[in-house]
């Protein structure tokens, strides 16, 4: 493990990078960590406080190039693939304000890389730049209350009128759903169909009549928007079809596999920070003579918190290898997703532990990572249907 002095700070905690890490995305890790230190910390605590975060600041990432890396160079990118978006969301979230990091990579490699990967010519050049500038963002609305992880039992419908669809549904615990500008609204097409078949993807804009959003009062994540949205009779044009039509699963699954590698990022990056953060703490509490430090047993507490996170985090980077080179790693990200949140939750709520009452204020970083990680086991397949999807590939 590499620590590091950084400025008049606490030792910096860091696991050591895979060695086929290329220079670039280590620069990019940099940026990003620069962008961290200069606009999120100082800013955190207030937009936890407001509920959301300020639309420029997804504007000051465009600007740097850092919204655009899973999207092609002609529409504004950099397209680097995903051990790109490894990188990206495990130094994000060390800032350790998850509803940033969420709002983020809900934006980047949640929601519009649908419309990259499946989009027509006219929707990629209508939407991608502007997505890559941040000067609009996206969101995906897949989940509904009775239809979360079982994507397949959704049943928000679309039914063609003349050359429009109509949209009619609802759908819940949606990111970027009140303050974004575009979502991506997964809807039954075929109500005859069963199970995955019949369902399609469409680009609804925010502002489309017949949509509205009800903000959610979270346990975690505060400075996201999260809402439960409904549409009433939504009338999109045809050119508003995502992909092929019935064919919106499929498209649905290729995205949860980025998104699940992304979380192995996040619980990589929140986990080094949580220690980090602790070991400055027991390093200076003083207590029986001594810091808690010199306690044999809050050292090796420590270590080991420290070794299952390496460990989760190799699994993690390893899935992202074998995405960028194209090969099949859904049994892979699907071990990623179920344990790298679950790691996660030992670690923070570990580290909670050791520093005592102040661990349990409001406004220390390490109270609020424990409330973000709670929802990570959760959101993106939940870890038991992950189980399942590792033991089908046994």
Known sequence: MN?????????EFRFPDPPSLPEHLVQMRDQVRRF?????????????????IPREIFRKMGELGL?????????GGTDLGPLASMVFSEELARCTFGGFTSSVLVHTDMSAGHISLRGTPAQKAKYLPAIVRGEMICSIAVTEAHAGSDVAGLKTRARRDGDDWVIDGSKMFITNAV???????????????????????????RDTPGVSATKLDKHGWLCSDTAALTFDNVRVSKDALLGEVNKGFYGIMETFQNERICIGGICAGESA????????????RRAFGGSLWDQQGVRQKLAMLA??????RALAYQAAELAAAGRDCVREVSMVKALSPEVLHEVVHGCLQLHGGTGFMRGTPIERMARDAR????????????????????
Request: net charge negative.
């Open 307 to 312: 070794s299952k996170a390496a460990a989760a």
């Open 3 to 11: 620590v590091q002095a950084r400025g008049s700070s606490a030792a």
């Open 273 to 284: 920070k949580a220690i980090e953060l602790t070991v400055d703490y027991v390093k200076t």
């Open 36 to 52: 961290v230190d200069e606009n999120v910390l100082p800013n955190g605590e207030d937009w936890e406080r407001a509920g959301k």
């Open 67 to 75: 919204l655009g890396m899973r999207y092609p160079t002609e529409y």
């Open 179 to 205: 303050y974004g500008n575009l979502l991506i609204v997964a809807a039954r097409t075929d109500p005859d169909a069963k199970g995955s078949r019949g369902i399609s993807l469409f680009i609804v804009e």
């Open 375 to 394: 929802v990570l086991p959760i959101g993106g397949g939940a870890t038991e249907v992950m189980l399942e999807e590792v033991a089908k590939r046994m």
